[in-house]
């Protein structure tokens, strides 16, 4: 009776270092997700003073791969910009593979500008030059993650920001925004 005991703890603690063993594991190999920040964002100053009623916008975005060991293959990503609860524009930036660096993070860097809807244009540029506008950013994407050769499922990625733009025309105090979560809340 007593062997069978000391055998039964015996198991149960090999269960338990085992079990633990693996947690740890997957803490070290699960990876994380991508990092999103517009690092520039302008209208151009000449946009503002022809009072044309086309304009276009600028933008430099950094997508940041802080896994050390896992590669991520990017489905196209949505990008869309709104002023209020209409769309400025939007963008789909084409598919890319991101690699791995052990040394720091992978930086993908994009500069790129979009035409801005014509109706719209008037409103965002008087905001703009009488004191300050706020555009939400939406972005949207599907990736991959390959993590010592092995491929995971396609995770969705939904990600949102506010821009503040100053009367320059340029991010209001040149802050960076770091696109976050999307809210689950239903938007209007």
Same mark, same amino acid.
Request: net charge positive; charged share 25%; with cysteine.
């Given at each position: 009776?007593? @062997?069978?005991?000391?055998?039964?703890?015996?198991?149960?603690?090999? &269960?338990?270092?085992?079990?633990?063993?693996?947690?740890?594991?997957?803490?070290?190999?699960?990876?994380?997700?991508?990092?999103?920040?517009?690092?520039?964002?302008?209208?151009?100053? =000449?946009?503002?003073?022809? #009072?044309? %009623?086309?304009?276009? /916008?600028?933008?430099?975005?950094?997508?940041? !791969?802080?896994?050390?060991? %896992?590669? *991520?293959?990017?489905?196209?990503?949505?990008?869309?910009?709104?002023?209020?609860?209409?769309?400025?524009?939007?963008?789909?930036?084409?598919?890319?593979?991101?690699?791995? !660096?052990?040394?720091?993070?992978?930086?993908?860097?994009?500069?790129?500008?979009?035409? &801005?809807? =014509?109706?719209?244009?008037?409103?965002?540029?008087?905001? /703009?030059?009488?004191?300050?506008? @706020?555009?939400? &950013?939406?972005?949207?994407?599907?990736? &991959?993650?390959? =993590?010592?050769? /092995?491929? %995971?499922?396609?995770? #969705? /990625? !939904?990600?949102?920001?506010? *821009?503040?733009?100053?009367?320059? #025309?340029?991010?209001? !105090?040149?802050? @960076?925004?770091?696109?976050?979560?999307? %809210?689950?809340?239903?938007?209007?």
């Amino acid at each position: 009776m007593c @062997e069978t005991k000391n055998l039964c703890l015996w198991l149960v603690q090999l &269960v338990y270092i085992l079990g633990l063993l693996g947690f740890c594991l997957w803490l070290a190999v699960h990876p994380r997700s991508p990092d999103y920040t517009i690092i520039k964002f302008s209208v151009p100053l =000449t946009n503002h003073n022809n #009072g044309s %009623s086309h304009g276009r /916008i600028e933008y430099e975005l950094d997508i940041k !791969n802080p896994n050390r060991d %896992s590669c *991520i293959l990017y489905d196209d990503t949505f990008l869309t910009f709104y002023y209020g609860e209409d769309k400025v524009g939007n963008k789909t930036i084409p598919c890319f593979y991101q690699g791995k !660096n052990r040394e720091k993070s992978e930086i993908h860097r994009l500069s790129d500008q979009m035409d &801005v809807e =014509t109706r719209l244009w008037t409103d965002l540029r008087k905001a /703009i030059m009488n004191a300050s506008a @706020e555009l939400r &950013v939406d972005l949207s994407t599907k990736i &991959v993650y390959y =993590t010592w050769g /092995i491929k %995971s499922k396609q995770h #969705g /990625i !939904n990600r949102e920001g506010k *821009i503040r733009i100053g009367k320059d #025309g340029m991010l209001l !105090n040149n802050k @960076e925004v770091k696109l976050r979560h999307a %809210s689950k809340k239903l938007k209007l």
